[in-house]
């Protein structure tokens, strides 16, 4: 019989964290019962179309214990939408009740808080996915859950590993990555160079803009290839949160970028097909200020393709310095731009970085070694 599983995830829009799950997933279903808890967006839709049992929650409570992610002044504000969450779980979580799970899977860090409400509802063993560095002064309540509540968590490289609330129960399963086949694309005359993501602060969009608008000062061998969109489209929603401080307004900082009309930055929207996309550049940049490494780094190299990061504290396994890639400082605007110019005129080293790239990602991304960890893990937990 089939172990039964329930993944929760709180993001109701398909990002980085959704994909990622999804792929160990959809390759594990038959051997293992998954059912999907989430709130309505695209999240909710892909898994549907994916014929997973998907139980649509009006929202799942977290709290956020990343680096990035203090509640500061009106910040605060966001606790009293988890504290309503949480009371409306107690419903969705009775309705769930009658399905006994093995195993309950929290696909982000900041799902660490619901472990004792899952506990109480489901005596499960619960595992935590950590995908984002941890803050080192996480409250108390949040050690506390994570030393009695979770029983395995599983971090997405050595930088996060690090990061971890309690390292004995923590084991290193990588990302991965079903690469699309699409012949590549050859640039002879323009050095391409992608970004893919949600458009906002944290991805770190507004010192990109910036690195582009000093490159194009002197360079125009250079095509910029953005695609994403906006995370707040609403304009008065952004205002709001920018008038309490909870956001920054990016939104602002975007269309006056897109005013300055630089004929060789081209906004691409919603990518749909990531093996075009990749196969028509010739390096993937991820200048987030998250301190973390994107999916887009892992994906680029299974296609060959270098990236160049901004990063302060890593290790070496995901990307490694001046062998698959390169890693700056964020913030560090002239030498981000010195890299990309770099390997505009060095076409040997940017071949040489893609070729590690890829050795890399066939050594720790390989999706058969990691199904078989995952898997692993499941089976195990008894």
């Given at each position: 019989?089939?172990?039964?599983?329930?993944?929760?995830?709180?993001?109701?829009?398909?990002?980085?964290?959704?994909?990622?799950?999804?792929?160990?997933?959809?390759?594990?279903?038959?051997?293992?019962?998954?059912?999907?808890?989430?709130?309505?967006?695209?999240?909710?839709?892909?898994?549907?179309?994916?014929?997973?049992?998907?139980?649509?929650?009006?929202?799942?409570?977290?709290?956020?214990?990343?680096?990035?992610?203090?509640?500061?002044?009106?910040?605060?504000?966001?606790?009293?939408?988890?504290?309503?969450?949480?009371?409306?779980?107690?419903?969705?979580?009775?309705?769930?009740?009658?399905?006994?799970?093995?195993?309950?899977?929290?696909?982000?860090?900041?799902?660490?808080?619901?472990?004792?409400?899952?506990?109480?509802?489901?005596?499960?063993?619960?595992?935590?996915?950590?995908?984002?560095?941890?803050?080192?002064?996480?409250?108390?309540?949040?050690?506390?859950?994570?030393?009695?509540?979770?029983?395995?968590?599983?971090?997405?490289?050595?930088?996060?590993?690090?990061?971890?609330?309690?390292?004995?129960?923590?084991?290193?399963?990588?990302?991965?990555?079903?690469?699309?086949?699409?012949?590549?694309?050859?640039?002879?005359?323009?050095?391409?160079?992608?970004?893919?993501?949600?458009?906002?602060?944290?991805?770190?969009?507004?010192?990109?803009?910036?690195?582009?608008?000093?490159?194009?000062?002197?360079?125009?061998?250079?095509?910029?290839?953005?695609?994403?969109?906006?995370?707040?489209?609403?304009?008065?929603?952004?205002?709001?949160?920018?008038?309490?401080?909870?956001?920054?307004?990016?939104?602002?900082?975007?269309?006056?970028?897109?005013?300055?009309?630089?004929?060789?930055?081209?906004?691409?929207?919603?990518?749909?097909?990531?093996?075009?996309?990749?196969?028509?550049?010739?390096?993937?940049?991820?200048?987030?200020?998250?301190?973390?490494?994107?999916?887009?780094?892992?994906?680029?190299?299974?296609y060959g393709i270098p990236s160049l990061v901004?990063?302060?504290?890593?290790?070496?396994?995901?990307?490694?310095?001046?062998?698959?890639?390169?890693?700056?400082?964020?913030?560090?605007?002239?030498?981000?731009i010195k890299k990309l110019t770099y390997l505009?005129?060095?076409?040997?080293?940017?071949?040489?970085?893609?070729?590690?790239?890829?050795?890399?990602?066939?050594?720790?991304?390989?999706?058969?070694?990691?199904?078989?960890?995952?898997?692993?893990?499941?089976?195990?937990?008894?």
């Amino acid at each position: 019989m089939k172990k039964k599983i329930l993944i929760i995830q709180h993001h109701g829009k398909f990002g980085g964290a959704s994909k990622s799950i999804s792929e160990f997933i959809l390759n594990l279903k038959k051997r293992f019962d998954f059912h999907i808890a989430c709130q309505k967006g695209t999240t909710y839709d892909y898994f549907i179309k994916n014929n997973f049992k998907v139980f649509k929650f009006f929202g799942i409570p977290s709290y956020d214990i990343t680096e990035i992610g203090k509640y500061s002044g009106f910040r605060k504000i966001l606790l009293i939408r988890e504290i309503f969450y949480f009371i409306t779980s107690f419903i969705y979580l009775l309705n769930l009740k009658k399905n006994k799970y093995d195993i309950i899977h929290l696909n982000d860090s900041n799902l660490i808080i619901c472990a004792p409400l899952l506990k109480y509802f489901f005596k499960s063993k619960i595992i935590c996915h950590i995908r984002t560095r941890i803050d080192k002064k996480i409250p108390f309540l949040i050690s506390y859950i994570s030393t009695n509540y979770i029983d395995k968590f599983i971090c997405i490289d050595k930088t996060t590993y690090s990061t971890s609330p309690l390292k004995k129960k923590t084991v290193i399963i990588y990302n991965i990555f079903k690469r699309e086949k699409n012949k590549k694309i050859l640039r002879k005359n323009f050095f391409y160079v992608g970004f893919l993501g949600s458009l906002d602060f944290h991805k770190g969009l507004d010192f990109y803009f910036d690195c582009i608008s000093e490159i194009n000062k002197f360079n125009n061998n250079f095509i910029f290839l953005i695609g994403g969109t906006l995370s707040i489209s609403n304009g008065y929603l952004m205002k709001l949160l920018t008038f309490l401080k909870i956001k920054k307004d990016f939104n602002q900082v975007f269309e006056k970028f897109k005013k300055k009309k630089f004929k060789n930055v081209k906004f691409l929207n919603k990518v749909t097909n990531l093996g075009q996309f990749y196969n028509s550049i010739n390096l993937i940049c991820f200048p987030s200020r998250m301190n973390a490494l994107g999916r887009p780094v892992i994906e680029a190299a299974a296609y060959g393709i270098p990236s160049l990061v901004c990063l302060n504290n890593y290790y070496n396994d995901t990307i490694i310095d001046n062998k698959t890639g390169y890693v700056v400082k964020f913030g560090n605007i002239k030498k981000f731009i010195k890299k990309l110019t770099y390997l505009n005129r060095n076409k040997n080293k940017l071949k040489q970085l893609g070729i590690h790239a890829k050795k890399n990602y066939n050594l720790r991304h390989n999706s058969i070694n990691n199904f078989s960890k995952l898997s692993k893990l499941y089976i195990s937990l008894k």
